[in-house]
């Protein structure tokens, strides 16, 4: 009779033999746990602190996965409840998703199948058992670390194949349960197949790196292929003939657009056609953040007298608030009257000025913010709809990296859907306003009273003069200049200098100055 045999006879596991140090590891995890709940509290989750409900009724049948596709890959914490009540749907939707969160990399995803069989457990919860089939999947591969000339079924090519693809299917998973495992796993798991190959082998060879590699592709593969209906769940939105090189490789499942745009899209991106992307998506956004469109006055602001204890390295000057879940690093020095709202992040040794107010914002280590800078105010989005301006929502941060400095009087806007950053080592003059969704690069020096429209990318090693202006949705090239009182109003390559109303090439500017004398 043939078995399947996952570990071999006489295998034993030695889990006693180093008891005493894991009392030890354990008790201090315990007491770490405690100290940890004693002074950061529970954070509480959306089902907890409440949120957002909104409610959609239908008259026909509802195409759940283009919903989904539509509202479900808006940044934060969005959850699709589909609720029948003598509704005729149509059929099984095993393939979507019931939970999106955030679509910066992978995403959190939960697979509604399961979902329904956890009882909507926490997506972290519902991929348990699933690393643990990954994880005791791997132990079984490498657990026959020598030839046997014995015909068990373990040891056969077929039971091998067998393993390898149940591991493939089990790492597959994860990209659907919990994205943020899948890496992780599937590293453990292609370490498990050189192990294996290590021990059959007898050791490291050009053999057992290529065999092993061969193997690793082949769980990719299966893990991939296995949930392929599943993977294309990411939503954009194309609203300019400007972006149609990017249109044609986009890998969203579907795109909001209009009628004379779809065409740029690929056949296999599903065509959500208005008559005004951009006012679609503000509508959208609306519904999930209502708030959004108003810098509301942040409610949790504490006076840091009295919470100068969790911020013992800080140097604070007179009358600051701080709001709730506000991380400050060590040896940085915050002056008066400054306002640091909820949930802003900011790094070690920085220099924040008085009179400062920063909020939707992350700042990196030896950021100087001087006197009077508002950074990740709502920007200046509005969308004209016949007699009345709808006020785009902004729910993107500013994002201000290592060693920026920023002089005074400086406004930086908060992204509306992304985020408005700018890049190591760039110093900002007096004055200079920054609009929604900038990217700004490395090393950049911007004079005072500059201003940037929203949505515009600046290259590394870029140099702008005093009272220069750069219009939105424009790409600046790598090291490039650009002189003072210039009006930047189409794309500059890499290492070009600039100059004038509208900004033209230097020498074309010098010899239009010249013929003017």
Same mark, same amino acid.
């Given at each position: 009779?043939?078995?399947?045999?996952?570990?071999?006879?006489?295998?034993?596991?030695?889990?006693? %033999?180093?008891?005493?140090?894991?009392?030890?590891?354990?008790?201090?995890?315990?007491?770490? *746990?405690?100290?940890?709940?004693?002074?950061?509290?529970?954070?509480?989750?959306?089902?907890?602190?409440?949120?957002?409900?909104?409610?959609?009724?239908?008259?026909?049948?509802?195409?759940?996965?283009?919903?989904?596709?539509?509202?479900?890959?808006?940044?934060?914490?969005?959850?699709?409840?589909?609720?029948? *009540?003598?509704?005729?749907?149509?059929?099984?939707?095993?393939?979507?998703?019931?939970?999106?969160? $955030? *679509?910066?990399?992978?995403?959190?995803?939960?697979?509604?199948?399961?979902?329904?069989?956890?009882?909507?457990?926490?997506?972290?919860?519902?991929?348990?058992? @699933?690393?643990?089939?990954?994880? @005791?999947?791997?132990?079984?591969?490498?657990?026959?670390?020598?030839?046997?000339?014995?015909?068990?079924?373990?040891?056969?090519?077929?039971?091998?194949?067998?393993?390898?693809?149940?591991?493939?299917?089990?790492?597959?998973?994860?990209?659907?349960?919990?994205?943020?495992?899948?890496?992780?796993?599937?590293?453990?798991?292609?370490?498990?197949?050189?192990?294996?190959?290590?021990?059959?082998?007898?050791?490291?060879?050009?053999?057992?790196?290529?065999?092993?590699?061969?193997?690793?592709?082949?769980?990719?593969?299966?893990?991939?292929?296995?949930?392929?209906?599943?993977?294309?769940?990411?939503?954009?939105?194309?609203? *300019?003939?400007?972006?149609?090189?990017?249109?044609?490789?986009? %890998?969203?499942?579907? =795109?909001?657009?209009?009628?004379?745009?779809?065409?740029?899209?690929?056949?296999? =991106?599903?065509?959500?056609?208005?008559?005004?992307?951009?006012?679609?998506?503000?509508?959208?956004?609306? !519904?999930?953040?209502?708030?959004?469109?108003?810098?509301?006055?942040? %409610?949790?602001?504490?006076?840091?007298? %009295?919470?100068? $204890? !969790?911020?013992?390295?800080?140097?604070?000057?007179?009358?600051?608030?701080?709001?709730?879940?506000?991380?400050?690093?060590?040896?940085?020095?915050?002056?008066?009257?400054?306002?640091?709202?909820?949930?802003?992040?900011?790094?070690?040794?920085?220099?924040?000025?008085?009179?400062?107010?920063?909020?939707?914002?992350?700042?990196?280590?030896?950021?100087?913010?001087?006197?009077?800078?508002?950074?990740?105010?709502?920007?200046?989005?509005?969308?004209?709809?016949?007699?009345?301006?709808?006020?785009?929502?902004?729910?993107?941060?500013?994002?201000?990296?290592?060693?920026?400095?920023?002089?005074?009087? =400086?406004?930086?806007?908060?992204?509306?859907?992304?985020?408005?950053?700018?890049?190591?080592?760039?110093?900002?003059?007096?004055?200079?306003?920054?609009?929604?969704?900038?990217?700004?690069?490395?090393? =950049?020096?911007?004079?005072?009273?500059?201003?940037?429209?929203?949505?515009?990318?600046?290259?590394?090693?870029?140099?702008?003069?005093?009272?220069?202006?750069?219009?939105?949705?424009?790409?600046?090239?790598?090291?490039?200049?650009?002189?003072?009182?210039?009006?930047?109003?189409?794309?500059?390559?890499?290492?070009?200098?600039?100059?004038?109303?509208?900004?033209?090439?230097?020498?074309?500017?010098?010899?239009?100055?010249?013929?003017?004398?």
């Amino acid at each position: 009779m043939w078995r399947i045999r996952f570990i071999p006879d006489q295998t034993k596991f030695p889990f006693l %033999k180093w008891r005493k140090g894991f009392f030890v590891l354990s008790a201090l995890l315990i007491i770490a *746990s405690a100290v940890l709940l004693g002074g950061k509290g529970l954070d509480f989750g959306i089902d907890f602190s409440g949120g957002v409900l909104i409610e959609i009724e239908t008259k026909t049948a509802t195409d759940l996965p283009q919903i989904r596709s539509i509202l479900g890959n808006l940044e934060g914490g969005i959850q699709l409840v589909n609720i029948l *009540s003598n509704q005729i749907t149509n059929g099984f939707d095993y393939w979507s998703s019931s939970r999106i969160m $955030s *679509s910066d990399t992978y995403g959190i995803t939960e697979f509604p199948y399961f979902t329904f069989l956890f009882a909507d457990l926490h997506a972290h919860l519902m991929s348990l058992p @699933f690393t643990i089939l990954v994880l @005791f999947t791997s132990i079984s591969i490498i657990s026959n670390p020598k030839k046997d000339n014995n015909l068990n079924l373990f040891f056969s090519y077929k039971t091998k194949l067998l393993k390898l693809t149940l591991l493939g299917i089990s790492i597959g998973s994860l990209r659907l349960l919990n994205a943020w495992d899948f890496p992780t796993y599937l590293i453990i798991g292609c370490i498990s197949i050189l192990i294996a190959e290590y021990y059959w082998h007898g050791g490291l060879s050009l053999v057992v790196f290529v065999k092993s590699i061969s193997l690793s592709i082949y769980v990719f593969i299966i893990g991939y292929l296995a949930f392929i209906p599943f993977h294309l769940t990411y939503q954009t939105f194309f609203n *300019s003939i400007d972006y149609k090189s990017n249109a044609k490789k986009t %890998k969203a499942a579907a =795109c909001v657009t209009t009628k004379n745009l779809e065409q740029y899209l690929p056949e296999g =991106c599903i065509k959500i056609l208005v008559k005004n992307v951009l006012f679609s998506t503000a509508k959208i956004s609306k !519904k999930f953040y209502p708030d959004a469109d108003l810098d509301y006055t942040d %409610k949790s602001l504490v006076d840091s007298k %009295k919470i100068s $204890s !969790k911020f013992s390295s800080v140097t604070f000057g007179k009358n600051i608030f701080i709001g709730k879940k506000v991380k400050i690093g060590s040896k940085t020095s915050i002056g008066s009257n400054t306002i640091i709202e909820h949930d802003v992040q900011i790094g070690k040794n920085c220099l924040i000025g008085s009179n400062v107010t920063i909020k939707n914002s992350i700042i990196g280590n030896d950021v100087v913010i001087q006197d009077g800078c508002k950074v990740g105010v709502k920007g200046f989005g509005f969308i004209p709809i016949k007699d009345k301006n709808f006020r785009f929502p902004h729910i993107g941060k500013v994002i201000l990296k290592d060693n920026v400095e920023l002089g005074a009087n =400086c406004t930086i806007d908060r992204g509306s859907i992304g985020d408005t950053i700018i890049g190591e080592n760039s110093f900002l003059d007096n004055q200079v306003h920054m609009a929604h969704n900038v990217k700004l690069g490395k090393n =950049c020096m911007i004079a005072g009273q500059v201003g940037f429209a929203g949505s515009s990318t600046i290259g590394d090693n870029v140099s702008i003069g005093g009272q220069a202006g750069v219009s939105g949705h424009l790409r600046i090239g790598n090291n490039v200049k650009i002189g003072g009182g210039s009006g930047v109003v189409k794309n500059i390559p890499d290492n070009t200098t600039v100059m004038g109303y509208p900004a033209v090439p230097l020498k074309e500017f010098l010899k239009k100055e010249k013929n003017n004398d």
